[in-house]
């Protein structure tokens, strides 16, 4: 047993390690959130405030660098994540996962400890943006970041297992350039990342501001639930309810692993 | 149960079989049913063209493939009762190579030894043991982004040998070096076998490396074993010289066909296109009435080239086709 760990740990470590030596996805990991943050963020900000719509006035009570903090932490984590499916697309083209499967782990632990090195990875890219929270008016408490690593760690876990998922039908590297733009991106932005649905505001109130379409997607991706979580943490602000938001996290999480161990049988 | 009980480092395997479910619900046979023997310490190269079932079978034997039918015991393990120890006892060094580009070379030793429950001094000591046998000392540093193609296949085989197999099976392992390094890879497979008794199945489809590495060879074709022995042994069985003659056009060569089939002594006749294949006892002295035959029959041929027999023959003869293709 303790020799299976040690195999867990073995690939754990190759892929943290591995993806430290990549120097494209760490300049992708800063440069994601200095422009969304710097540029979006700072650009939007004075128009970011309470506007009357007939007889609803809609108030986000934060700046949009606030509000779009929280949301830039989880696109960093989205996209470190997912590139857990360029990391096995690698090891499948080059020998590695054959050799893998020839060695005594099983093959559950192999994934695990894949999945346990991407979510790594992506925690240290979602703190990498939780570094620049105080000059964005997001001030933080030892608990606070706290939370909001354990958030990560559990998201980042649901969203690898989603890469390897992807892996498993993506041919080659450039299929999964095609991917993340067409999934990723999406994703982010029907998450409630960078526009609010007000939870002041009733649901009729919402649909007369949003095309029901929008509001529709919104509700139904479940990373606007991660995002809102996110914001619970870092600007206490919520849209939805808090237990809500965890509840669908961790079942979004479990059932995408889940999912991962399933197709892994067939690697 | 295999017939055979297995020891340590032996291969055998009766009626190992592949078929897979085709899209329109039919069977599609990869692998008809491969008998095969390897014993302790030999070197065996498999032998075939690409899609004759060489990797399928491999795939089979180093528990990556689950037979659908027949036996097999690998180094004393019953490959369906008991993958696990199989898998214990085998080292496997893939085609493509494993080692990532930008990684230490002892970063990915070590890993490679942790997934076989190997402490890091433990794999570290061994790694250093096996790099130095294999002419890499003092590379352990280096990233395999910067190594020869040949020392980086050698690496493959230092990761394949960490756990101390006593069967290592290498997929084509000098595919795509240049002649020089390949004799030296030999050179050191060899060595891997005298010093360490390690059993090596070898897949591979060039003639000169079966022939000059493998203590033994099998050669495979649509999925079933069809020539077995020593390359000697196999060539001797080839009746004469190899005689490649070439015509104008693809119906001279058929006429030549039918000529050549009829002459006394010939045996292996193969046409591809507009060249014949053909073994003729004591060919050089049968070459000129047989040409003057071809040319009576309307059929002279444009060229004509009379060799001793090579593997490539006896490739040719087992399967009707070249490997060359």
């Known amino acids: 047993m303790m020799g299976y760990l040690g195999g867990v740990y073995a690939i754990w470590l190759r892929e943290v390690k591995r993806s430290l030596r990549d120097r494209g996805q760490l300049i992708g990991g800063v440069s994601r959130p200095l422009l969304w943050v710097l540029i979006l963020g700072i650009g939007l900000?004075?128009?970011?405030?309470?506007?009357v719509y007939g007889e609803v006035r809609f108030v986000v009570p934060y700046t949009y660098l606030q509000f779009i903090f929280p949301a830039v932490v989880v696109l960093n984590i989205l996209y470190t994540s997912v590139q857990a499916a360029v990391s096995l697309i690698w090891d499948r083209e080059f020998g590695f996962l054959r050799e893998v499967m020839?060695?005594?782990?099983?093959?559950?632990?192999?994934?695990?400890?894949?999945?346990?090195?991407?979510?790594?990875?992506?925690?240290?890219?979602?703190?990498?943006?939780?570094?620049?929270?105080?000059?964005?008016?997001?001030?933080?408490?030892?608990?606070?970041?706290?939370?909001?690593?354990?958030?990560?760690?559990?998201?980042?876990?649901?969203?690898?297992?989603?890469?390897?998922?992807?892996?498993n039908y993506v041919r080659g590297f450039e299929g999964f350039g095609v991917f993340s733009n067409a999934v990723i991106l999406p994703l982010y932005f029907t998450a409630s990342s960078v526009f609010p649905l007000d939870p002041a505001l009733t649901r009729a109130q919402t649909l007369a501001i949003y095309p029901e379409w929008l509001v529709v997607v919104v509700e139904w991706n479940p990373l606007t639930y991660a995002v809102d979580a996110m914001r619970g943490?870092?600007?206490?602000?919520?849209?939805?309810?808090?237990?809500?938001?965890?509840?669908?996290v961790g079942i979004m999480t479990l059932v995408l692993f889940l999912v991962a161990v399933w197709e892994f049988r067939r690697v | 149960m295999a017939e055979t009980s297995g020891e340590a480092g032996a291969i055998h395997a009766r009626g190992l079989r592949k078929t897979y479910a085709g899209r329109k619900g039919q069977e599609v046979v990869a692998v008809t049913g491969v008998d095969l023997d390897v014993a302790p310490g030999e070197i065996v190269g498999f032998l075939g063209p690409n899609g004759a079932g060489k990797t399928t079978t491999l795939k089979m034997l180093a528990t990556l493939l689950k037979p659908s039918g027949g036996t097999a015991n690998v180094s004393g393990c019953d490959l369906a009762a008991d993958p696990l120890g199989v898998r214990k006892r085998i080292g496997y060094v893939s085609q493509a190579g494993s080692t990532l580009p930008d990684a230490p070379l002892m970063l990915e030793i070590e890993s490679q030894g942790r997934l076989y429950g190997l402490s890091t001094k433990e794999a570290r000591r061994r790694g250093l043991e096996l790099m130095e046998a294999l002419d890499l000392g003092g590379l352990e540093r280096r990233k395999s982004q910067n190594l020869s193609g040949g020392q980086r296949r050698r690496l493959d085989i230092v990761m394949g040998l960490i756990h101390r197999p006593e069967l290592v099976f290498l997929d084509e392992p000098t595919t795509g070096?240049?002649?020089?390094?390949?004799?030296?890879?030999?050179?050191?497979?060899?060595?891997?076998?005298?010093?360490?008794?390690?059993?090596?199945?070898?897949?591979?489809?060039?003639?000169?490396?079966?022939?000059?590495?493998?203590?033994?060879?099998?050669?495979?074709?649509?999925?079933?074993?069809?020539?077995?022995?020593?390359?000697?042994?196999?060539?001797?069985?080839?009746k004469g010289d190899s005689l490649t003659l070439t015509f104008s056009g693809g119906e001279a060569a058929e006429t030549g066909e039918e000529v050549a089939a009829g002459l006394e002594g010939a045996a292996n006749v193969?046409?591809?296109?507009?060249?014949?294949?053909?073994?003729?006892?004591?060919?050089?002295?049968?070459?000129?009435?047989?040409?003057?035959?071809?040319?009576?029959?309307?059929?002279?041929?444009?060229?004509?080239?009379?060799?001793?027999?090579?593997?490539?023959?006896?490739?040719?003869?087992l399967t009707g086709r070249s490997l060359r293709e």
């Open chain 1, 45 to 51: 900000n004075p128009y970011f405030r309470g506007e």
């Open chain 1, 102 to 167: 020839v060695s005594p782990m099983p093959r559950n632990l192999v994934l695990l400890g894949k999945i346990l090195g991407g979510a790594t990875t992506a925690v240290i890219h979602g703190c990498m943006v939780l570094v620049v929270a105080r000059f964005v008016g997001v001030p933080l408490t030892l608990m606070d970041a706290l939370a909001a690593i354990a958030l990560m760690f559990t998201l980042s876990f649901g969203l690898t297992s989603f890469g390897i998922v992807i892996a």
């Open chain 1, 233 to 248: 943490i870092l600007i206490n602000f919520n849209q939805f309810d808090p237990t809500f938001d965890l509840r669908v």
């Open chain 2, 177 to 238: 070096l240049d002649p020089q390094a390949r004799a030296n890879l030999w050179e050191h497979i060899r060595r891997l076998r005298d010093e360490l008794g390690t059993t090596i199945f070898l897949t591979t489809h060039y003639m000169d490396e079966a022939d000059s590495l493998s203590d033994r060879l099998l050669i495979i074709d649509k999925g079933e074993i069809v020539g077995e022995g020593t390359a000697t042994k196999l060539k001797a069985e080839l």
């Open chain 2, 270 to 317: 193969v046409r591809q296109g507009n060249v014949l294949f053909l073994n003729l006892p004591d060919g050089a002295r049968a070459l000129p009435g047989l040409i003057k035959r071809l040319s009576d029959a309307g059929a002279e041929p444009i060229g004509a080239e009379l060799s001793r027999p090579t593997l490539d023959d006896v490739f040719l003869a």
